[in-house]
Nanobody, 121 residues
Framework: QVQLVGSGGGLVQPGGSLRLSCAAT????????MGWYRQAPGKQRELVAT???????NYADSVKGRFTISRDNSKNTVYLQMNSLKPEDTAVYYC???????????????WGPGTQVTISS
């Protein structure tokens, strides 16, 4: 089993910055994609950014130019640097990792517990 442990959420003013991190621990054979998703109150969970094992990235249009996703494969950790934050970025942010499960011989999506990010003056 893989567990995802995240940190870095909090309350910041508009225009501020936050850095989220999420480490995968447990029995890890291989991690393919990692990413961040978010869910605002009353809305569906949406993709924020993803990064492949060879560090190809994909971003939601709403965060392009403001957020940067990165990963440290030696630590099985994914990061999200968030700059120029806006009130509409307020949400619970979830990290995701697609890891190989030996028992089912397939890739499996694991999720972190979520961390609250609030942008408010």
């Amino acid at each position: 089993q893989v567990q995802l442990v995240g940190s870095g959420g909090g309350l910041v003013q508009p225009g501020g910055s936050l850095r989220l991190s999420c480490a995968a621990t447990g029995t890890i054979f291989s991690i393919k994609d990692m990413g961040w998703y978010r869910q605002a109150p009353g809305k569906q969970r949406e993709l924020v950014a993803t990064i492949t094992g060879d560090r190809r990235t994909n971003y939601a249009d709403s965060v392009k130019g403001r957020f940067t996703i990165s990963r440290d494969n030696s630590k099985n950790t994914v990061y999200l640097q968030m700059n120029s934050l806006k009130p509409e970025d307020t949400a619970v942010y979830y990290c995701n990792a697609r890891s190989w499960r030996l028992d089912v011989a397939d890739w499996y999506d694991y999720w972190g517990p979520g961390t609250q990010v609030t942008i408010s003056s």
